[in-house]
């Protein structure tokens, strides 16, 4: 039985690796694959012995890009259905709409950064400290990031596991958020006891007051929580595994308050905004299973 089997998989295996090379000979060209309406590739890569991989794209696809980019990682676009304002989260959580620095780039709203820690240390700085975005539920457009944070610099050293740190972020769905491009975010801790968010608009000068940081002629650039303080012209928000601390970021201007955002007696209302997210992807989506 066992030099039988042995036979059969000898005379399989030539005839699945040539069977291999000669689709890949066959695959459509890039401008048939523009032109269609499938995802050809995609469905191709399907097709392949042990289904899609990451070598069967690797030569079809260009490297990824943004290399060039002063935040070095790939942004995560966001937004709400069909809307025109987009926003930029880098995947390493380390900001919304940063500056792309070379002429390449066209940079949109406010660049937004996320610090950690008493030394303030940024956010996904450390690429081996840092996890794989995630998507709520697997494959809604609500992006969970994780960071080890380091232990600091100055002080005693704390006889306890670093803070592992977890930001949450998505795009409004509401129309009259929607329209301003406003990201929520979440901060709080996957593990630890004493984390430290820093928030640093990169802008100058501005103003915090009221639970808003807003430019010289007004406009708001970032809403908080009730949590948040303002030193040194940075907020800083303490958090933990059951307390975060939340923000709002428009990527277009806000000339004045957003009623939704401003309303709630504590400010605006995150979980709320999150229901609303996903209650209208999931609606969108079943709409195109129909």
């Keep these: 039985m066992g030099r039988r089997v042995q036979i059969v998989l000898l005379a399989v295996a030539p005839a699945t690796g040539l069977w291999a090379a000669q689709s890949r000979t066959q695959l459509p060209s890039l401008d048939e694959i523009v032109q269609s309406k499938a995802d050809l590739w995609g469905e191709a890569a399907m097709r392949e012995p042990n289904g899609a991989t990451y070598e069967f794209f690797e030569g079809l696809l260009p490297p990824p890009r943004y290399v060039n980019a002063d935040f070095r990682f790939y942004p995560i ?20 709409n940063l ?39 697997g494959y809604l457009p609500i992006v969970e990031i994780r960071y080890q ?8 050293r704390p006889q306890r596991a670093p803070e592992h740190y977890r930001l949450e972020a998505f795009a409004s769905t509401d129309p009259a958020l929607a329209e ?31 639970g ?3 430019d010289e002629s007004g406009h708001v650039l970032v809403y908080f929580d009730e949590t948040w303080t303002w030193e040194r012209g940075r907020a800083h ?54």
Aim: charged share 20%; aromatic share 6%.
């Design 77 to 96: 676009v966001l937004s709400a259905p069909n809307a025109k304002v987009k926003a930029r989260l880098i995947s390493n959580g380390s900001g919304i």
């Design 99 to 137: 500056r792309g620095g070379a002429r390449s780039w066209n940079d949109v709203g406010t660049p937004v950064l996320f610090r950690v820690g008493p030394d303030e240390f940024a956010f996904g700085g450390d690429r081996e400290r840092l996890s794989h975005p995630t998507l709520a539920e």
């Design 149 to 156: 944070g380091r232990i600091p610099f100055s002080g005693p």
């Design 180 to 210: 301003n491009g406003i990201v929520l975010v979440k901060f709080s801790l996957a593990a630890g006891t004493n984390g430290i968010i820093t928030v640093q608009v990169d802008s100058r000068p501005v103003k915090f007051s009221e």
């Design 212 to 214: 808003k940081i807003t």
């Design 237 to 290: 928000a303490r958090i933990g595994t059951n307390r975060s601390a939340t923000v709002a970021i428009p990527t277009k201007l806000v000339a004045g308050d957003i009623g939704r955002l401003t309303s709630a007696p504590k400010g605006f209302n995150y979980e709320e905004q999150r229901q609303k997210c996903v209650r209208t992807w999931k609606e969108l989506l079943a709409q195109g299973m129909n």
